[in-house]
């Protein structure tokens, strides 16, 4: 069962709340991030992107700039920017994208969870990245930027969400990319014991997006309780900063797929060899979205095709089988393009359904790739049922959106 805790959360004043806030720190690089920066010294990237504030191509990993981050957190604390909370509090984060708003609640997760798999995770880690976020929540002794949970629906956590956030909200603004972010603060302690009790009884949060930070918090709090002789379990770095939001609200993006050749083949070829697993339809040159699962768009040469899975090339009783990324990974890619490790092969490369099908077809037409293929989305129930399975999902298989704003709220460890 679920553990959290409520937490006095250090976050900007109200009026400071849109310089403050930021874009999570591994959806731009350090160029993006210092342009995005420029000429406001209130932006968090200067302390999840600290090396926008040394010369450009510095190295992000140096000791400098870690420290840096600290002397930028500190200086936040210092100048007002950042104010903690004088007593615990559950938060609500709601995000507005397209119309629909999905509601979160902000907690502090417990590092126990992770490490026992109350908390469950679909992706692989890499440990590089991970000691990369371990070193920033180390020397910042913070989690200064949240992680993305999903937790099964509640009707009472539903109507809780639902009364809160009748009342005037704490931060409501759209950032630069079109998104509402909407923020309140938990004051009832009846409220906030009932949110705990509630969680008590959910058997399993599920990560979203963030795995690398979920797994850097949840080890460095774990370093932590190993550090100390007098380790009771209740202290402040047991836990982490997330937002759980509930299933059901969450919407996961198609993840797509561009590639440099057809392995020698010519184009002809290509759609023969399809055809042994595929049934194959001629679109046209406007753009086909990919109807339903074990359906793909492709396109190639100016031209979209509807490609439909043949039945026995997939195993709906293999939670991972019957993933389209799977099908089209071992019929497409591997089988007829050789290409057998997505991480590592400089031959394919992948696009966020945000950017839309005509991001396809622009790095298509441009000569840079040769073809595109567009995915249907994965479900929350398959990444649930994966996870619940102890599965691990391939590569490039799920796309959040929105982001989660960073800069809204930090949880320190002490």
């Known amino acids: 069962m679920a553990k959290i805790k409520p937490f006095k959360g250090l976050r900007p004043p109200k009026e400071l709340v849109e310089q403050v806030a930021s874009r999570p720190y591994d959806v731009l690089n350090s160029e993006e991030a210092r342009q995005e920066a420029q000429g406001n010294e209130k932006s968090l990237y200067h302390i999840i992107k600290p090396e926008i504030d040394f010369a450009p191509g510095t190295d992000e990993h140096s000791p400098e700039v870690y420290h840096k981050a600290v002397d930028n957190f500190n200086m936040f604390q210092q100048k007002g920017w950042l104010v903690q909370d004088n007593k615990e509090h559950y938060y609500?984060?709601?995000?507005?994208?397209?119309?629909?708003?999905?509601?979160?609640?902000?907690?502090?997760?417990?590092?126990?969870?992770?490490?026992?798999?109350?908390?469950?995770?679909?992706?692989?880690?890499?440990?590089?990245?991970?000691?990369?976020?371990?070193?920033?929540?180390?020397?910042?002794?913070?989690n200064v930027e949240p992680v993305f949970f999903a937790y099964p629906d509640n009707d009472e956590l539903d109507a809780i969400i639902k009364r809160e956030t009748s009342r005037a909200p704490e931060y409501d603004f759209i950032a630069p990319d079109g998104f509402g972010h909407h923020f309140w603060v938990i004051d009832d302690d009846k409220t906030i014991g009932r949110i705990t009790e509630i969680f008590a009884h959910i058997p399993s949060l599920y990560i979203a997006d963030g795995h690398h930070r979920t797994a850097a918090a949840a080890l460095v709090g774990n370093e932590k309780a190993q550090?100390?002789?007098?380790?009771?379990?209740?202290?402040?770095?047991?836990?982490?900063?997330?937002?759980?939001?509930?299933?059901?609200?969450?919407?996961?993006?198609?993840?797509?797929?561009?590639?440099?050749?057809?392995?020698?083949?010519?184009?002809?070829?290509?759609?023969?060899?399809l055809k042994e697993h595929f049934t194959v339809e001629e679109k046209g040159e406007q753009i086909y979205h990919p109807a339903k699962l074990h359906n793909f768009a492709l396109y190639l040469e100016g031209k979209w095709y509807s490609l439909t899975a043949k039945e026995g090339t997939y195993d709906d009783n293999d939670p991972i089988g019957v993933l389209d990324v799977t099908i089209s990974s071992n019929l497409i890619l591997r089988d007829i393009l050789g290409i057998t490790d997505l991480r590592t092969d400089k031959r394919i490369d992948f696009v966020g359904g945000i950017r839309g099908l005509?991001?396809?077809?622009?790095?298509?037409?441009?000569?840079?790739?040769?073809?595109?293929?567009?995915?249907?989305?994965?479900?929350?129930?398959?990444?649930?049922?994966?996870?619940?399975?102890?599965?691990?999902?391939?590569?490039?298989?799920?796309?959040?959106?929105?982001?989660?704003?960073?800069?809204?709220?930090?949880?320190?460890?002490?």
């Open 227 to 273: 550090q100390n002789p007098k380790h009771r379990g209740d202290e402040e770095y047991n836990y982490f900063l997330a937002v759980c939001f509930p299933a059901s609200q969450l919407k996961i993006i198609d993840y797509n797929r561009v590639v440099k050749d057809l392995n020698g083949l010519t184009p002809q070829e290509f759609i023969e060899k």
């Open 92 to 142: 609500i984060y709601a995000q507005t994208m397209n119309g629909h708003t999905q509601y979160g609640l902000v907690v502090g997760a417990n590092v126990d969870d992770y490490m026992s798999g109350v908390i469950k995770k679909h992706e692989l880690t890499r440990r590089d990245k991970e000691e990369d976020r371990m070193k920033h929540v180390r020397i910042n002794n913070a």
């Open 358 to 414: 005509e991001e396809l077809k622009r790095r298509v037409d441009s000569g840079e790739m040769k073809m595109a293929l567009a995915l249907y989305p994965v479900s929350m129930k398959q990444l649930m049922d994966i996870a619940d399975t102890g599965n691990i999902m391939p590569p490039k298989t799920t796309w959040f959106e929105p982001k989660l704003r960073s800069g809204l709220i930090i949880h320190k460890l002490d």
